[in-house]
């Protein structure tokens, strides 16, 4: 009887192990914590190769490539909206100007980068950290954020250029025009400089 008993705590024992084993394993997969990705700039995040030659610990190098990905992610909607947003609110300055100034509106015609992988985080397990999945995620991520900081760069880039192009050929060579049209350049340059400056980084 007591030999029963103890073969029984000793099975339920073991699979209460297993379980705690089970559950904190699943934890640390599904987790983007890493102690190397830590308040990392842009600039940082992008570099993640120096790190992650650093870290020994397979297990923790392909983490810390998980959460690298996660942290482009990030960036990568933060910039989309921001710029996106930047963008948008600089077509409205030139289309206002354009109207005051009883010009054409000019057609700007910029192509976004088209991606064909989509982020979707996977828990860190062998068989990707094997195919080197989690590397080559981040990789791709980073390949995604330069190209579209490019993108939004060069098109405000663009309107910026022709903003004061259009302010100096219709201001400044022709007088009477400041009765008509008041170009907010104090507006316009902090509008400029505070948003996109602190992104394009």
Known sequence: MKTTIIKHIIIFTIISFSFAIEFSTQKLEMSFDS???????????????AVGFEIDDVWERNQFYRSISHSI?????????????????????????EEKLGKDHFQFHSIPPEFHYRYRPLPLDQPGIDNDLFYKEAVTLKSQYIQRYKFYKSSI????????????????????????????DDEFEELFYTNVQALLR
């Open 157 to 184: 880039e663009q309107y910026k250029n022709y903003l004061f192009t259009l302010r100096e050929v219709h201001f400044y060579n022709n007088p009477h025009v400041g009765e008509l049209v008041i170009f907010h």
């Open 73 to 97: 992610f990030e960036e990568i909607s933060d910039i989309e909206f921001r710029l996106g947003m930047m963008e948008l609110r600089l077509r409205r300055f030139i289309y206002v100007y």
């Open 35 to 49: 102690p190397y990705n830590q308040n990392l700039s842009v600039a940082e995040l992008l570099d993640f190769d």
